[in-house]
C-alpha cells in the first residue's frame, strides 16, 4: 500500500507560482513513477507530468512545459510540482499519483494510488 498526500494548493493571480507536494508513505515507494494530474470543473481527470524513479526521466503535458516541473526526492519521499506563469486556466484540483513501475505514463489508467487532490485556483 501506498498513501499520498497533496499540499501547497491555494488562490494566485495569474502569472504567479505555487509549489505543490506530495507525501508519500509505504514500501518500496522510491522505486516508483510518480504523476501529477489535474481535474476542472466539469472536465476529465488530465495527465500534468510524470517522473521516473529515478528523478532521471520526465515528461510533460504540452499544455504546461516550459512552466511546470516535477521532481522528487526520494529521501524525503516528497514528489513536487513546481508551477510558474499560472494561467486561469490551469485552475483545477490536482493530484498526485503513484503507479508501480519504475517507467513513466501519461495514462490515469495505469496509476495505482491517487491522493485526495489538492485545489489550485488562478485568478485573473
Known amino acids: 500500500q501506498v498513501q499520498l498526500v497533496e499540499s501547497g494548493g491555494g488562490l494566485v493571480q495569474a502569472g504567479g507560482s505555487l509549489r505543490l507536494s506530495c507525501a508519500a508513505s509505504?514500501?518500496?515507494?522510491?522505486?516508483?513513477?510518480m504523476g501529477w494530474f489535474r481535474q476542472a470543473p466539469g472536465k476529465e481527470r488530465e495527465f500534468v507530468a510524470a517522473?521516473?524513479?529515478?528523478?532521471?526521466?520526465?515528461y510533460y503535458a504540452d499544455s504546461v512545459k516550459g512552466r511546470f516541473t516535477i521532481a522528487r526526492d526520494n529521501a524525503k519521499n516528497t514528489v513536487y510540482l513546481h508551477m510558474n506563469s499560472l494561467k486561469p486556466e490551469d485552475t483545477a484540483v490536482y493530484y498526485c499519483?503513484?503507479?508501480?513501475?519504475?517507467?513513466?505514463?501519461?495514462?490515469?489508467?495505469?496509476?495505482?494510488?491517487w491522493g485526495q487532490g489538492t485545489h489550485v485556483t488562478v485568478s485573473s
Open positions: 509505504g514500501r518500496a515507494w522510491s522505486t516508483y513513477a
Open positions: 517522473i521516473s524513479w529515478s528523478g532521471g526521466i520526465t
Open positions: 499519483a503513484a503507479r508501480l513501475s519504475t517507467t513513466i505514463a501519461i495514462n490515469r489508467h495505469e496509476y495505482n494510488y
